[in-house]
């Protein structure tokens, strides 16, 4: 079981910025890695993924705002986050996707970290 360990949320102000890394327990060379996010008494969302070879997709809330990249050396995944507001307050996980190909629906992830809280708010 691969783990997964998210760092990095906190309390921002509107257009602050943040980043979230996400480390995990296995090499990344052969998987695709999602970020996702809750908002209370919402659905989790799709926010951001990265393939191995750094194919990347974003939600359209997100784009132009956020970016995903990773480090494979460290095995870890980061989304950088700008231009907050508080519509992007939430608990965001990261997912590990045993399939090398990018997809926002959080169905075919296999394994989560425990999330971290990103808090917009003046």
């Known amino acids: 079981q691969v783990q997964l360990v998210e760092s990095g949320g906190g309390l921002v102000q509107p257009g602050g910025s943040l980043r979230l890394s996400c480390a995990t327990s296995?090499?990344?060379?052969?998987?695709?890695i999602g970020w996702f996010r809750q908002a209370p008494g919402k659905d989790r969302e799709g926010v951001s993924c990265?393939?191995?070879?750094?194919?990347?997709i974003y939600a359209n809330s997100v784009k132009g705002r956020f970016t995903i990249s990773r480090d494979n050396a460290k095995n870890t995944v980061y989304l950088q986050m700008n231009s907050l507001s508080p519509e992007d307050t939430a608990v965001y996980y990261c997912?590990?996707?045993?399939?090398?190909?990018?997809?926002?629906?959080?169905?075919?992830?296999?394994?989560w970290g425990q999330g971290t809280q990103v808090t917009v708010s003046s």
């Open positions: 296995s090499t990344l060379d052969y998987y695709a």
């Open positions: 990265i393939t191995s070879g750094g194919f990347r």
């Open positions: 997912a590990i996707r045993r399939f090398n190909l990018c997809t926002l629906g959080s169905e075919t992830f296999n394994s």
